[in-house]
């Protein structure tokens, strides 16, 4: 079965401050992979998706950057943390098809 | 612009007492609605896909309804362990595969 991994669960950083945050998924081939953000009193809103390595589509433009350096791994980063930057980060994987997204257990950051 | 909305924002029931939780949504060519629930501290989970108008899912208490411009998430009998927050969300064509979601409804059931 398809398992996604997220980590870490937890991160305060200060303002100013790198930012990496990984997903990998286990148990499928070439799946889409997503990035979203929940802020409190907001829904989750996208930030990229890619359908295979190296193929990043942005859906806001942002203090964020993400990278797909093999099939099932997914990262998101940052070179200097807002303020703004905090909230629920979730990544999630799909198949190819009308399928449905699959979350991980998402990353609480806060930045000080 | 694609828009999904959910109503109520929240919503207390006591154990047993049935109600549904609505989703409206405005896209063009809708490729499928999901609904999903959260739990505090969680990523969601998948419950439901409706790729027609007229189609009907089940599962144990939920039960989700499509028309050609809103779902309905049914929940018979709640109990407490069914509180969470319920997302609703679309397909984006533009986005390829990715979803857009509402902002939920967050329902408490009381014992």
């Known amino acids: 079965s398809q398992t996604i991994h997220q980590w870490p669960a937890t991160l305060v950083q200060p303002v100013g401050s790198p930012l990496s945050l990984e997903c990998t998924v286990e148990?499928?081939?070439?799946?889409?992979l997503y990035w979203y953000r929940q802020a409190a009193g907001r829904g989750l809103q996208l930030l990229f998706y890619?359908?295979?390595?190296?193929?990043i589509s942005s859906e806001v433009p942002q203090n964020l950057s993400a990278s797909r350096p093999q099939d099932r791994q997914f990262i998101l980063s940052s070179k200097k943390l807002l303020l703004s930057d905090s909230g629920f980060y979730l990544c999630?994987?799909?198949?190819?098809?009308?399928?449905?997204?699959?979350f991980g257990n998402g990353t609480r950051l806060t930045v000080t | 612009e694609d828009q999904v909305t959910q109503s109520p924002e929240a919503l207390r029931l006591q154990e047993g007492e049935s109600s549904s939780l609505n989703c409206s949504y405005t896209?063009?060519?809708?490729?499928?609605l999901f609904w999903y629930r959260q739990d505090p501290g969680k990523g969601p989970e998948f419950l439901f896909t409706?790729?027609?108008a007229g189609e009907e899912k089940e599962k144990e208490r939920l039960k989700a309804t499509l028309t050609k411009k809103e779902s309905f998430l049914h929940i018979t009998a709640p109990k407490p362990e069914d509180s969470a927050t319920y997302l609703c969300?679309?397909?984006?064509?533009?986005?390829?595969?990715?979803?857009?979601f509402g902002k939920g409804t967050t329902l408490s059931v009381s014992s």
């Open positions: 999630a994987w799909s198949g190819t098809d009308n399928s449905p997204l699959h």
């Open positions: 148990g499928t081939s070439n799946p889409n």
């Open positions: 890619s359908v295979g390595i190296g193929q």
């Open positions: 896209v063009s060519g809708l490729r499928g």
């Open positions: 409706l790729y027609s």
């Open positions: 969300a679309v397909q984006a064509p533009q986005a390829g595969t990715a979803l857009i």
